[in-house]
Nanobody
């Protein structure tokens, strides 16, 4: 099982980025896919998650209305996206995608993790 996150970069405040998480190794139809982030000196925190089968989505209050999680399972590799708009300096962090059987906001609930992609927002 492998989760490959990509799409991070440097952007000015107010800008946008789209992160991708390509999942492979088994079917994820019954899983929850989540995005977490970890800023400098901070604990890893929940950003967003969705159930692959139903498409139900959940967001942290800090990103609600700015970030959108979505999926694309039409290709051979299942991919989850995180569209991030109106980015602010406080969004600067390493962003991780994760997969688990149950959707939770705690990192310990997820069994599989991607390697992380850096997002830096300049003011």
């Amino acid at each position: 099982v492998q989760l490959q996150a990509s799409g991070g970069g440097l952007v000015q405040a107010g800008g946008s980025l789209r992160l991708s998480c390509a999942a492979s190794g088994r079917t994820f139809n019954n899983d929850a896919m989540g995005w977490f982030r970890q800023g400098p000196g901070k604990e890893r925190e929940f950003v967003s998650a969705m159930y692959w089968s139903t498409g139900n989505t959940y967001y942290a209050d800090s990103v609600k209305g700015r970030f959108t999680i979505s999926r694309d399972n039409a290709k051979n590799t299942d991919t989850v996206y995180l569209q991030m708009n109106s980015l602010q300096p406080e969004d600067t962090a390493v962003y991780y995608c994760a997969a688990g059987r149950v959707l939770r906001t705690t990192p310990s609930a997820y069994n599989y993790w991607g390697q992380g992609t850096q997002v830096t927002v300049s003011s």
